[in-house]
C-alpha cells in the first residue's frame, strides 16, 4: 500500500522514504514547497502523466433498461449515445503525433459497431457481468475502454473514455 500526501492541483510525486515504498505530494505555494495531510491510496491509483492528450468522438444508438433500479429507466428505452476517446503519451511519435486521429477514429468505430443499433442488454459481453448487473452509462464507458485498450500501439495510453446518454449526462471511465 502506498501513502501520499494530498495536495490540490499539485501533478509532482516525490519520494519520502524509498524503504517503505512511501511517497509525498508536495506543492509549490508562493514559492514554498508545502506538505499536506496523508492518505492512502491503491498503487494502481499511481498513473503516469500524459502531458500530451488527443481525443476523438463518435456515436452510435441503441436500447437498454436499467434492471436494478426503480424508475422510468428501468423500462426498455432508446439513447444516441455520443462518445468521447482520449488517449495519451508522453511522447510525440516520428510524425510529431500522439496517433493519427484516423487510427483513433477507426479504432472507436469497430468497438461502436458491436453496440450499434442493438438491444445491450441482451449482447453476451454485458451478459458476463451478471443476470441482475443494471446496465448504465458507466459500465458502458468502462466495457468501451476495455476494448480500446487492446487495439492502442504500445507507447499510448488511454486516459479516459465518456458516454454521453443525453446531451446533459454523461459518465467517464478512467482507467
Keep these: 500500500m502506498l501513502r501520499f500526501q494530498n495536495a490540490l492541483n499539485s501533478d509532482l510525486l516525490m519520494p519520502l522514504n524509498s524503504r517503505n515504498n512511501t511517497l509525498q505530494r508536495k506543492r509549490a505555494i508562493n514559492g514554498k514547497r508545502v506538505k499536506h495531510s496523508s492518505t492512502k491510496v491503491r498503487k494502481s491509483a499511481v498513473r503516469k502523466p500524459c502531458p500530451y492528450r488527443v481525443a476523438v468522438s463518435s456515436s452510435f444508438s441503441a436500447a437498454?433498461?436499467?434492471?436494478?433500479?426503480?424508475?422510468?429507466?428501468?423500462?426498455?428505452?432508446?439513447?444516441?449515445?455520443?462518445?468521447?476517446?482520449?488517449?495519451?503519451?508522453?511522447?510525440?511519435?516520428?510524425?510529431?503525433?500522439?496517433?493519427?486521429?484516423?487510427?483513433?477514429?477507426?479504432?472507436?468505430?469497430?468497438?461502436?459497431?458491436?453496440?450499434?443499433?442493438?438491444?445491450?442488454?441482451?449482447?453476451?459481453?454485458?451478459?458476463?457481468?451478471?443476470?441482475?448487473?443494471?446496465?448504465?452509462?458507466?459500465?458502458?464507458?468502462?466495457?468501451?475502454?476495455?476494448?480500446?485498450?487492446?487495439?492502442?500501439p504500445p507507447l499510448v495510453s488511454l486516459c479516459e473514455v465518456s458516454v454521453w446518454e443525453s446531451d446533459t449526462s454523461r459518465a467517464t471511465f478512467s482507467p
Design 64 to 152: 437498454h433498461n436499467l434492471t436494478d433500479y426503480k424508475g422510468a429507466c428501468e423500462s426498455l428505452h432508446g439513447h444516441n449515445w455520443k462518445v468521447e476517446l482520449v488517449v495519451g503519451s508522453n511522447s510525440l511519435n516520428k510524425q510529431a503525433m500522439v496517433m493519427d486521429f484516423s487510427e483513433m477514429k477507426r479504432i472507436l468505430s469497430d468497438v461502436l459497431s458491436k453496440l450499434d443499433h442493438k438491444y445491450l442488454n441482451e449482447l453476451p459481453q454485458f451478459k458476463k457481468k451478471g443476470k441482475n448487473a443494471n446496465l448504465t452509462s458507466e459500465v458502458i464507458a468502462e466495457y468501451i475502454a476495455g476494448e480500446i485498450e487492446k487495439s492502442l
